[in-house]
């Protein structure tokens, strides 16, 4: 029986084989990825998150190509959303002289501002801590983990949870469709 099959059958033993295996490959490849050895270590540990959150879905085959390609996807997801806070950092700081906010723009981040804070609140309080830590905070997962003496998996599981709930909530306010593309060993349309 290969990794990948003893992982969709919930053997935490073959994870962590993988785990001991991959991890310092994987890790050198996200830094070809990201901008720093911390965010490559977050990225791999998504990665390693999201195989076995969807350890039911894979078919037998590679279980590193399949954890490389959910690490690159988990990496440039990380990139993705830096530009994306950046480039809105920088608009609303003003300091994008192209872009000024009708008022349109301004009741729709005032409002999705008000609906975002109140779906924060909603919450489980170290699930919310979590998020505010790693989001506003700029902390990696592994800071998380030392600053609020918990695993790194559970940090990890907590974002997860976190984006669920706030996916959930502002369900209305979001652009992107719940479905991705399909591709390799996955039977899902998701990677994670």
């Given amino acids: 029986m290969d990794i990948l099959e003893r992982i969709s ?5 073959a994870l962590g084989e ?3 295996d991959c991890w310092d490959p994987l890790v050198r490849h ?9 965010q490559a270590k977050d990225a791999a540990q998504e990665a390693f998150v999201r195989l076995w959150a969807g350890r039911d879905r894979w078919r037998p085959g590679s279980a590193q190509g399949l954890l490389f390609r959910l690490g690159r996807n ?11 806070r950046s480039r809105w950092a920088h608009r609303w700081a003003g300091e994008d002289p192209e872009y000024s906010p009708s008022p349109a723009d301004e009741a729709i981040a005032a409002d999705f501002t008000r609906r975002f804070q109140g779906a924060l ?6 699930r919310r801590e979590v998020f505010e830590l790693v989001r506003f905070a700029g902390f990696s997962y592994s800071e998380v ?31 992107e469709p719940a479905t991705g593309s399909s591709s390799g060993g996955e039977r899902s349309s998701r990677d994670g």
Wanted: cysteine-free; overall charge negative.
């Fill in 9 to 13: 059958r919930g053997d935490e033993g």
């Fill in 18 to 20: 993988l785990l001991e």
């Fill in 30 to 38: 996200l830094m070809t990825v990201v901008p720093s050895p911390d």
């Fill in 74 to 84: 988990a990496a440039l997801d990380m990139v993705r959303k830096e530009k994306v």
């Fill in 121 to 126: 609140r909603e919450l489980p309080p170290r």
């Fill in 145 to 175: 983990a030392v600053a609020m003496d918990l695993s790194s998996q559970t940090v990890a599981n907590q974002m997860t949870l976190a984006h669920r709930d706030l996916r959930r909530l502002l369900g209305d306010f979001l652009s």
